[in-house]
Every structure is written in structure tokens, then in C-alpha cells.
């Protein structure tokens, strides 16, 4: 069975008891973000109820916290009004987080003079432990509403960019970030089995980038090539993506690795 989502999940983010008996720990806003949180997975607007459902809270703490976030606009009711969506101040938090990123500052004018070179859609996804985060999405002729869109995130186990960060990572950490991934395939050629997910973290570590074929998109060839700081340590990823209606990926790869590959030592802190 495959699937589509334009979010991966994030990894375990539970709390310990001792974080959260800490007098500065503030439960209000956890309950907060929960309650922002349930857009994630959504394709449509959310009731009261599933609100209160999805974000794990009783009906009325939902319905307060819903009053609260519309007056302060990260929450507004749906022009149809059959629920409530995002509101257009989060916005601004996505702003901030793109505008004060040394390495989303540093990468931009890369990225545009590789796309520039390249004419196939470059990107720059940021590591975040079980899936890759897009930060930068520069577009070719094959745009689609989901690729252009920051914020839109795989999972580290079967995309050219999380292959390009594994091969970076200790053997140990390799296996912990697989075994903690649900590896759920996203078409009939995504790689799941860990061996054969390890097979092709070794084929990115003796290359220097990764080609994943038909991981995510049927029918699409992408580079991975791993960002890192100054002690060698993987932040991110630039990818670069093609057809293979286009290109096979001995090709794409012989035209376009040497240049990406040296638009990410560009971005490295080294």
C-alpha cells in the first residue's frame, strides 16, 4: 500500500515528567501548540470537536483556547463556515524562522545561481530528526502546488536528502532514525526494508550524494547532497529533482552532481 502527505512526522517528542513539573514549564502553551498542531495532518477545516479530539484536550479548555487563538489571529473560521483553519499570523512565525536561519541566509544565493545552472527544481531541506523539512523550494518547469510549497517535509528513509544526511551520521544513529521511521512506502518503488535502506546509505557515502528514483514521486529522479557544519556534523540537504520522462538517472546525475555537490561544499561550513 502507498500513500501521499505533504508532511512526514517529526520523531517522538514526549515529554518527561521532570520537563514538565519544571516550575518554568508553562502547560497552557503546550496545550496551545497542541491545538495548533492539529492542522498537520488535515486536508480540510476542523470542528470544535475534532479539535478537542485531535489535540488530546476536553471540549470546553478546546473551545477556550480556539476563542483565544482567533482573537489573536493563528486561528480563524473557515469562509465556508464549516470549521476553523490556520489563521494568517502564523505566517509571520515562518518569516521569522527563514529571515533569522544563518544557514537559509547563507543558502539562498546558492541555491538561486544552481538553479539557474541547473533548470531542474533545487531545494534545501533542513535535518530534523525523522524527516527532512523544506526550507528553500526554487521551481522548474514542472512546478506543482505541493512542491512549491516551505514546510512541506519526507521522511528521512526514503528520500535522496535523508540519505544524503544518514550517510554522514554514525552507524548507531543510522539505525535508530530507521528503526523509529514507520517506512510506510509513497509509491511501489520506495525502499523500506532497513538492509536495503543501509545498502543505499553505503552507495551515498562511497559517491558523496544519494540518487533516489521513484522514493517519493512516481516517475522522479532526485539528487541528495548533505550540508554540514564546521565539525562535520549533517544540518540539511540540498536536493535536485528531475523526470524520468527527461532523464535516466546515470544522466541527470553525470550532468548535475558535480554541480550541486559543489553548491553544498559552498554552504558547509568548513
Known amino acids: 500500500m502507498t ?20 516550575p518554568l514549564f508553562v502547560r497552557g502553551v503546550e496545550r496551545a501548540m497542541k491545538v495548533l498542531s492539529v492542522f498537520h495532518h488535515s486536508d480540510r477545516p476542523m470542528s470544535l470537536s475534532q479539535i478537542a479530539q485531535t489535540a488530546g484536550v476536553d471540549r470546553s479548555a478546546a473551545q477556550r483556547m480556539v476563542h ?42 546558492v541555491l538561486q545561481e544552481l538553479r539557474k545552472s541547473v533548470r531542474e527544481r533545487v531545494d534545501l531541506s533542513l535535518f530534523d530528526d525523522l524527516r527532512v523539512v523544506y526550507a528553500v523550494r526554487l521551481q522548474s518547469k514542472r512546478q506543482t502546488f505541493y512542491t512549491t ?17 544518514l ?8 539505525r535508530d532514525i ?62 535536485v529533482a528531475g523526470s524520468q520522462a527527461e532523464w535516466t538517472p546515470e544522466d541527470f546525475a553525470a550532468n548535475f552532481a558535480p554541480l550541486a555537490s559543489e553548491a553544498a561544499r559552498a554552504i558547509s561550513q568548513f
Not at 500513500?3 to 519544571?22: F, M
Not at 523500506?192 to 559517491?207: C, F, S
Open 3 to 22: 500513500r501521499n502527505t505533504t508532511r512526514a512526522e517529526p520523531g517522538a517528542r514526549d515529554l518527561t515528567e521532570d520537563q514538565r513539573t519544571d
Open 178 to 239: 530507521l528503526e523509529r521511521s514507520d517506512r510506510q512506502p509513497f509509491t511501489p518503488h520506495t525502499v523500506t526494508g532497513i538492509p536495503d535502506i543501509l545498502a543505499k546509505v553505503e552507495q551515498t557515502r562511497e559517491r558523496g550524494f544519494a540518487v533516489g528514483v521513484s522514493q517519493i514521486l512516481t516517475g522522479e529522479i532526485a539528487l541528495g547532497f548533505p550540508v554540514l557544519d564546521a565539525g562535520g556534523t549533517p544540518l540539511a540537504a540540498i536536493h
Open 149 to 165: 510549497l516551505v514546510g512541506h517535509s519526507v521522511p528521512m528513509f526514503c528520500s535522496s536528502g535523508g540519505w544524503a544526511i
Open 68 to 109: 483565544t487563538l482567533r482573537s489573536l489571529g493563528y486561528i480563524r473560521r473557515d469562509p465556508s463556515g464549516h470549521g476553523f483553519v490556520p489563521g494568517i499570523r502564523i505566517l509571520d512565525h515562518t518569516l521569522d524562522v527563514l529571515r533569522l536561519d544563518p544557514l537559509v541566509r547563507r543558502a539562498t544565493p
Open 167 to 174: 550517510s554522514k551520521l554514525p552507524d548507531d544513529r543510522v
